[in-house]
């Protein structure tokens, strides 16, 4: 099987939250979020990718899942712990204390109801493994949480996550403007683990920056993406519905 048909197109909540975006976008309203959710649902997308620090995204998403009932079941929902909001002065923060982590993995599980992969999100070579992380999974599992996850920014960060044998998955950001993960994927495969690609568009920069058609643009960054040799999600950012559609047209057309 090629890595084109072992990847799925899914949805990151990051900009439903907070603002975000090579353009730093305001969030949608509360109807355009929900709008944005429903036709991820209705149009096939099954995984989604929040956490804390994306502002309302959680309490967004969690909402919208309560809608669902049994058809909620086949949906992947993904969510992190260890970069945190401070509603206040609307800023991340992170904190990857046992007690930190416990409370927003409770407050998570309030919000979403079942969380399927749990990342650590802000992820070093450092914390992958460090007892208090090591602590919060393990509580994770005796709560029914079936993968575990590491949110990394730079390869020493995968190495040490795959080398700690407590992950299933690595997310990372990777497109044509930024392929210094690249190495990650050939990691992520010996280790068998799933890949999940965040800002596949560059936060926007690839489609905004350019005169060319979208459709080529988006089309052309996922292939780029789809070429290397992964199973598990492309991550679309996106809080527009048609850039959404745009973007489910395109991964779809090359047979994703």
Known sequence: MSATHEAGLGLGLLSIGRTWGYRSEPPPSEADARRLLEVAFESGIQCFDTAPAYGTSEERFGVFLATLGALREGLLVATKLGEHWDAQTQASFTDHSHDALRRSLDQSLRRLGRIDLLQVHKATAANVGAPGVVRTLEYARSLGIRWLGASISDVAAAEAACAVGLYSHLQFPYN????????VFALASRHGLQVLINRPFAMGQVLHDTD?????VLREALDHVLRQPFRGWVLTGTKSTDHLRQTLAAFRSRGG
């Open 176 to 183: 044509t403007l930024n392929r210094t993960l690249e190495p």
């Open 212 to 216: 060319r058609p979208r459709e080529t």
